[in-house]
């Protein structure tokens, strides 16, 4: 769509931002006095800014009627609210005037003083250049009045802010009343003078806003006032309701092209029927209505009228000229296609001031911190939003409508509908559903954005209670609940667990497994190599789970909001509405639903002694349904191979007693437990079985060594057990040995004796999926897979795994999604970017 601006053509001053207040404040006296701005004071300009409504038309028939002697009304009374085309009426009257050569007398209530000028010796200085019969404080009678007026007849008399002048004459004495008083008494006798000349006409101005009465006795003049001119005299609105888009549009903009504005009205308006924005019985009104207020959508003018106008300081159609100029001014250089609630620039100190002068100065810092600063809710969600959305600006665009709309001078709030919200906001170049997760977003972010509607209140959120809590946490209270998540997130099943240990006699040299939770990304050598004053010994037992630097702000961050949220639940000075309080309730169970995974991320990275130094094991993303640290832990390393439940005793007879007739079974499990990179068993149990398993099984025997000499006394039978302990019993001197020494000392256990040695390749002996596992080695490996939803952590712990044992591994990956729908904003935010920031390179894609 083509930008606004090359369909409605702005004026001059518009684009040149002449936009002072005085170029829409009418002053009729300014023109009187050839004073005014050229938009007032040349005739032939003031009517091509000005848009004929049918008030004023049918006031200028009216004049003109009675201005020739023709039946008409002799008094005419113009009561609008502030700002409502009072004077500018007057104005056209002044021009049309003196266009049919009519003599025309003007006061102005607001530039003239009581103490100088009295009204019945203006209008004989007007008409008559002296001051003769009407000299004087006391008003000088109805004959007096209708002697003057006749003689210089036809006469228009255009009398503005009479109240204003009324107000300030009642400080003047005039015998034992005031100048008030003689006022009151003049515009009885000038009405009824103007009665009695048959071609002479008041047009008199009277406010209706209450603010305009100034005081209680203003408003006590005003009511008599209205009495007295009511006598004679019509009242009538210069500008409807419905005529305030044309009277906006004529002013601003030089012309308008209809068929291209058209073009656009239509395109937005089949748009918001396809995003089910706008009803089918709601097309054509909508159509119409927009069409008469392009560029500007009708709800903007709408909102500055109806809702804005209200407020007692609000200067109806002058105060929204004024803020529309400022606003097209602002957008000119911006390719929009027409102008919405959101397109108002908070940041335009003009436009701001023009509005908060209304609602009060403190809300300039509200809207610095919700919606125009750089680090505001507004602009984060600009960002964060998707590439494909940066370009709109869509948190400031409805945060800034979401504000238009909260205000109104009636005094409540204007809470707004989402659908509202998103028809104001709206544009043909995106789905209206991202708006959904805009104000979303919004409503997590923004710290004046109430929590009982979508409108804006002076009083802080609870994002904003939540904020100012944060801010009082201190590092020992979130140090203290760091530790307290992670007592609550270990089963102590399989590991001995210490955490935080500050030195490395904290960690007992002992022979079970030992999970040790450290806050470093990585373990100090000395807690391996070190108990207290001693080496260590059993160094094969130490596993060391450490944090992900990177995670620790965000880690951090999360704590503090659990603590922020239970210390706002705990405290009852707050006086939360009922909604607020579930709020925090429901904010807390998501928080203590998140935390072992939000814990995870954290602590995500495992070591285990190797040969030299340690091997790290990255755990990766939390594995759904884990919810214990040190079992996740446990089941990884079992995967990996790390520990070992079960100890095959084929591997036992291939790796120690291949080039050995026996070893001894206690310095075969001290081997294990001492030698870093070694196999880890799980239990002592499990070592005692797999020896158990391999005697029986005739791979080799259990013995003692006699004199030096290995013995055999248990082979290719049951291995008893005493006292509740399984042989072996690990003392000194028991051993296990080849079988063939058995034979030797036990020749009846000859016959089915299994000899490795002596049967080729150790692959061939094994019989066992799990005895080949241990020794058979694979050099290629292709896999191609189907993966089941759920399961893809496990694909990327295999292929972690992989890169550790091969130099190449190539991963080519191959996704079909179904079933289901994603926005455009989020494949290209979430799934798009993080291909890219990864330099994975995408060799084919398909997507509709």
Sequence with gaps: MKAFTQIAKPHDDILEGRLTMDVFAADLWQVVNERAPMDYQDKDLFFRKTYPTKGMKNILEIAKNRLEGKNGDSVIQLQTP???????????????????????????GTALSPGEVKPWEE????????????????????????????????????????????????????????????????????????????????????????????????????????????RMEKIYTPVEEDEIEHVIR??????IDKSKAREVVNEFVEYAKNERLISGDEV??????????????????????????????????????????????DLIDKNIPFIRLGDFNLNNDEIKRELIKHIGQEWDSIIAQDITSNDSGANKIDENLGISYRLYKLGTVISTTIFMLSFSGRGERESSSIKEIKFTSSHPDFSSTVIDTAISQLKERLFYISDEGLFFTNQPNLNRILLMREENITQDAIIEEEKSLIESKVSKSNFSIYIWPKYHKDIPDTRELKLVILKNTEPYKDFLEKHGENPRVYRNTLIFICVDGNQKERFYEFIKKILALKSIEGNKSLN???????????????????????????????????????????????????SFIDSEIYNRLRSDGE???????????????????????????????????????LSLDAFKYSIKEGVEKGIFGLGYLEDGSPKCNTFKRSVHQMGGSIYPELLDNEIIMKSELCVKDMPEAKEGIVDISSQGPIEETLKTKEEKAAFIEYGRINLKLNV?????????????????SFNECKVKVEITAKDGKIKVADYENKIEETLKQANILVEEEYKE
Excluded at 288 to 309: A, N, Q
């Design 788 to 804: 089941p939803k759920g399961q893809m952590s496990n694909i990327v712990r295999i292929v972690n795994y992989l890169n550790e």
């Design 284 to 329: 054509g009104k909508y159509r119409e209505k927009f069409l008469r207020s392009y560029p500007f959508k009708p709800e903007v003018i709408d909102v500055l009228y109806k809702r804005w106008g209200s407020f007692p300081t609000f200067q109806r159609t002058r105060g929204v000229l004024r803020l529309l100029s400022l606003l097209v001014h």
């Design 123 to 230: 209008l004989e200085r007007q008409l008559t250049g002296k001051i003769e019969i009407t000299k004087g404080v006391i008003s000088p009678g109805k004959g007096k009045l209708i002697d003057l007026i006749s003689k210089n007849s036809p006469v228009l008399i255009l009398m503005d802010e009479v109240l204003v002048y009324t107000t300030k004459a009642a400080g003047i004495k005039v015998g034992d009343s005031n100048l008030a008083s003689q006022t009151l008494a003049f515009m009885q006798e000038i009405t009824g003078a103007v009665s009695a000349v048959e071609n002479a006409l008041l047009v008199i101005t009277l406010p209706s806003s209450v603010l305009e009465h100034y005081d209680e006795n203003a408003e006590k003049l005003f009511q008599q006032l209205h009495k007295i001119t009511g």
């Design 643 to 681: 520990i070992l439940e079960r100890l095959s005793p084929k591997v036992i007879k291939e790796k120690y007693l291949s080039n050995k007739d026996y070893v001894e079974t206690k310095k075969l499990l001290e081997a294990f437990l001492k030698t870093p990179g070694e196999m880890r068993i």
């Design 576 to 626: 939360l509405t009922d909604n607020q309080k579930k709020d925090i309730k429901s904010k807390i169970r998501s928080y203590e639903q998140r935390t072992y995974e939000e814990l995870r991320k954290y602590y995500r990275k495992v070591f285990v002694p190797a040969r030299r130094n340690f091997k790290e094991i990255d755990l990766g993303v939390p594995t759904f349904g884990e």
């Design 250 to 255: 004529k002013r601003l903009f030089q012309g």
């Design 82 to 108: 502030f700002g409502g085309g009072k004077t500018h009426t007057l104005i056209a009257l002044y021009h049309k005037a003196k266009e049919w050569n009519i003599n025309v007398v003007v006061f102005d």
